[in-house]
């Protein structure tokens, strides 16, 4: 049973648009919610995050926005750039549960300049 | 140095072998994760340290074995693995063991590409 759900496998857009990222998760313990990045031949790194008290959280062009009720979150990357061009993954957690985070399978953005 | 290294980036090993994979952080943190990511599927998580101490083994096989010497270097020992065993294994850490997710991001390493034949 898989909890946090990436339908999108791939998205292209051009330089200059917004990117919007989706992501859906069916367990309503989940409380707090993590965007990653991931180029080739290098590690997630963190980009964004949210918690459930709030439905938005921007930070310069990333923002995140949370739809508890849908059990939905988006990434949305306004203005995009090449260098956005990555695999993002979406990833959630109860925030007191300490370590375990549960990810989704990730989308690969492609930015043309 | 980068704040979380994994050695070696690719590994190649038949069914016999044993190998270990090798992550060290660089950032003061007391806890470190095992992480596989399978082709086309999420990051799963493998084993939990905090302050050296394993703390979740989320059902791996006995064919892996973690080991945690102190709180900046983890090791993941490899033997008669599977061909289905070939993924992409992932090294993190955080801060904190526990507590709050908002001050307890994890860093992540490059990764050691495993295959397995």
């Known amino acids: 049973d898989q909890q946090v759900k990436q339908n999108s496998p791939s998205l292209s857009v051009q330089e200059g648009r917004i990117s919007i990222l989706n992501c859906d998760y069916t367990?309503?313990?989940?409380?707090?919610f993590l965007w990653y990045k991931k180029y080739p031949a290098e590690g997630p790194t963190f980009l964004i995050s949210?918690?459930?008290?709030?439905d938005k959280n921007e930070d310069g062009r990333f923002t995140v926005f949370l739809n508890k009720s849908a059990k939905h979150l988006s990434l949305h990357i306004v203005p995009s750039q090449p260098g956005d061009s990555a695999v993002y993954f979406c990833?959630?957690?109860?925030?007191?549960?300490?370590?375990?985070?549960?990810f989704g399978e990730g989308t690969q953005l492609t930015v043309n300049p | 140095e980068t704040g979380v290294t994994q050695t070696p980036r690719h590994l190649v090993m038949g069914m016999t072998n044993k190998k270990s994979l090798k992550c060290e952080q660089h950032?003061?943190?007391?806890?470190m994760y095992w992480y596989k990511q399978s082709a086309k599927k999420p990051l799963e998580l493998m084993f939990v340290?905090?302050?050296?101490?394993?703390?979740e083994n989320n059902s791996v096989p006995s064919r892996f074995s973690p080991e945690c010497p102190n709180s900046s270097h983890l090791f993941l020992h490899l033997h008669t693995l599977q061909p289905e065993d070939s993924a992409l294994y992932l090294c993190?850490?955080?801060?904190?063991?526990?507590?709050?997710?908002?001050?307890?991001?994890?860093?992540f390493g490059a990764g050691t590409r495993l295959s397995v034949l």
């Open positions: 993190a850490s955080s801060q904190e063991p526990s507590g709050r997710w908002s001050k307890n991001i994890q860093y």
């Open positions: 367990n309503s313990m989940f409380d707090y």
């Open positions: 949210i918690s459930s008290i709030k």
């Open positions: 990833a959630a957690t109860v925030e007191t549960s300490g370590s375990r985070l549960t």
């Open positions: 950032l003061g943190h007391n806890a």
């Open positions: 340290y905090n302050f050296k101490e394993q703390t």
